[in-house]
């Protein structure tokens, strides 16, 4: 199977995304990791805390991956991964991933994962900070923001 997508709370692996997006004809490989951030507009975080609807998670991810099999390629390997629950500053919270047989498909690929998980997926997070309080974060495009989360 060329395409992977999961929600889970377990702790993502980088090096399992990339075995899959692997093939002998795949001169290409691009790895994106999304991580927990100590600041955020000027506030200092202490962990996120992501919330998500798994199911319609799952099937965002696959319709997303089938878009960019569809645009760059059958031949295309991609990973799609995010994490749910609470994370501390610098854990990785999504890994997109992408292969090909040449460098252009892998980056365009894996960014348009990226981009287009960020926009349709429906994923929230609740920031933690230092001084004890939490935020949800605005922004998320299903809740009318600009989807920059």
Known sequence: MSIHVD??????????????CSAPG??????????????NLGRQV???SYDLHAVLCRNVFSEICAEARQQWGEGIHLWLAHRHGRLEVGEASVI????????????????????QMKHRAPIWKQEH??????????GHALCGGSGDR
């Open 7 to 20: 929600v889970t709370d377990a702790v993502l692996d980088p090096v399992t995304a990339l075995d899959h």
């Open 26 to 39: 795949h001169g290409a490989a691009d790895l994106f990791i999304g991580r927990v951030r100590d600041i």
């Open 129 to 138: 900070y230092f001084d004890g309080d939490s935020e949800w974060v605005k």
């Open 96 to 115: 997109a991933a992408a292969s090909s047989r040449h460098r252009d498909e892998s980056f365009k690929a894996c960014r348009y994962l990226v981009e």
């Open 46 to 48: 202490l962990a996120v």
